[in-house]
Antibody, heavy 121, light 106 residues
């Protein structure tokens, strides 16, 4: 059974750093991409970036380039999303999702349960 | 990201057919996917390649495509289908979600 299990909720202060995780199981972790998606309170889904754990090839949405860093450790089947200096506007639910490449497209299928990040002074 | 446009809300009575559209130029060239998201839950894939249904998704969910518009149809909508629905498409290094449609079934 394919599973993506994300790390728990975080409460941080503005300016602090943070790294959240997404552990894949039930499939070959190095054969699929892992994407990160933001959902701000009461809002829709926004693609942030995507990584191929097999070789760490990473692509970012222009909206998030330079704002976050995506990485992966294939030895433990885990992808990461990190911030060096959080802002209150980073308060959101963050999802990881598995993606295959089909016909030149990133095709999301399975999703993690989400990690709620709250940034407040 | 691509621009994909959905109605903000659709409302039907139980047993009626709900149709949710998604429009965008990329849809003329690339497949769409549909995700269902219930309150407090992660999104779930309900349609891929415009009209294919993953295993475990009820047959009342179907999808279609015409030009730059794709449509998610729920035939005989149930109260448990009440959720937000997002279309999605991607090509090259661009990925995009529609703004989401809140489906109310009551």
């Amino acid at each position: 059974e394919v599973q993506l299990v994300q790390s728990g909720a975080e409460v941080k202060k503005p300016g602090e750093s943070l790294k959240i995780s997404c552990k894949g199981s039930g499939y070959s972790f190095t054969s699929y991409w892992i994407g990160w998606v933001r959902q701000m309170p009461g809002k829709g889904l926004e693609w942030m970036g995507i990584i191929y754990p097999g070789d760490s090839d990473t692509r970012y949405s222009p909206s998030f380039q330079g704002q976050v860093t995506i990485s992966a450790d294939k030895s433990i089947s885990t992808a990461y999303l990190q911030w060096s200096s959080l802002k209150a506007s980073d308060t959101a639910m963050y999802y990881c999702a598995r993606a295959a490449v089909a016909g030149g497209e990133f095709a999301f299928d399975y999703w993690g349960q989400g990690t709620l990040v709250t940034v407040s002074s | 990201s691509y621009e994909l446009t959905q109605p903000s809300s659709v409302s039907v009575s139980p047993g009626q057919t709900a149709r949710i559209t998604c429009s965008g130029d990329v849809l003329a060239k690339k497949y769409a996917r549909w995700f269902q998201q219930k309150p407090g839950q992660a999104p779930v894939l309900v349609i891929y390649k415009d009209s294919e249904r993953p295993s475990g998704i009820p047959e009342r969910f179907s999808g279609s495509s015409s030009g730059t518009t794709v449509t998610l149809t729920i035939s005989g909508a149930q109260v448990e289908d009440e959720a937000d629905y997002y279309c999605y498409s991607a090509a090259d290094n661009n990925l995009g979600f529609g703004g989401g449609t809140k489906l109310t079934v009551l």
